[in-house]
């Protein structure tokens, strides 16, 4: 693993906590790829039985770098060829990285969000690739990619309607608002909310509760769960970066206007 993301593992539970202090936990390509790589190999671990997944510092994740993005769009072999290159995959594939990392993969095991101060737009799609959600009554949800052009490409536009219904998700989705852990419960958006600092452990205290049950049959369930849907998570997944893949371009060039000063803290 890189100093960006580090794995540690109380028995049969793995925590995988993200760590980039100085931009709010958001995610780069290679911190991407050491997440993907994380849960690839928790779900390879046969004695780990649920994850956690946690945002050091305070903050879940502010989602893709932004500054990164910038930085690509200056490069004169990058920019949004490469973006695309980079993140293109077929419905077909087993395996595939998202640009987030994992958010591509349908795991074999649950894996647990302890979420904490930001979770917004990439941060937010990571949040809903786990199967549920510890929220600290302070943090926050978000599609604050809205107010820069920068697409949902990590299943956010396939996963938040399935969790808490059309209407809710076309609010969040269109407006970008910001959305506060009492909402978040009330709407199906996270499963349970502890006090300020108290997510990591209490997601860690939930994920030895699921540990502890028949192992075969809780994985049955939930993969039945997921597959159930009328269109197969792999195709919605695909149509989604179909759409989303054409808007490439214009999430580089907001995150330029990020790097050069516009829209911080929430500010549209």
């Known amino acids: 693993m890189t100093d960006s993301v580090r794995i540690e593992k109380l028995q049969q539970v793995t925590v995988v906590t993200l760590d980039r202090a100085d931009v709010r936990n958001a995610v780069d390509a290679p911190t991407a790829r050491a997440l993907y790589e994380a849960f690839m190999a928790f779900d390879a671990d046969a004695d780990a039985r649920v994850a956690v997944f946690h945002g050091a510092h305070g903050h879940f994740c502010a989602g893709w770098d932004l500054q990164a993005g910038a930085q690509m769009l200056r490069e004169p072999l990058s920019g949004e060829s490469a973006v695309l290159s980079n993140l293109q995959f077929e419905a077909t594939d087993a395996t595939p990285q998202g640009p987030m990392g994992p958010t591509r993969l349908l795991l074999s095991k649950p894996v647990i969000a302890a979420v904490s101060g ?5 941060g937010m799609e990571l949040a809903l690739w786990c199967d549920l959600r510890v929220m600290e009554q302070d943090a926050y949800f978000g599609v604050y990619c809205r107010r820069f052009g920068v697409p949902l490409i990590d299943g956010g536009t396939v996963r938040l309607p399935r969790l808490i219904g059309m209407g809710h998700a076309m609010d969040l989705i269109l407006t970008g608002r910001k959305v506060e852990a009492a909402e978040a419960l009330q709407i199906g958006l996270c499963n349970r909310v502890v006090p300020t600092g108290q997510a990591r452990d209490g997601a860690i205290a939930l994920a030895h509760e699921l540990a502890k049950f028949p192992q075969a049959t809780m994985r049955a369930d939930r993969l039945s769960a997921y597959t159930q849907w009328d269109l197969p998570l792999p195709q919605a997944l695909h149509q989604e970066w179909e759409r989303g893949r054409h808007c490439i371009g214009e999430g580089l060039q907001g995150a330029a ?12």
């Open 118 to 122: 930001a979770a917004v737009a990439g």
């Open 257 to 268: 206007r990020f790097a050069a000063g516009q829209g911080r803290h929430g500010k549209f």
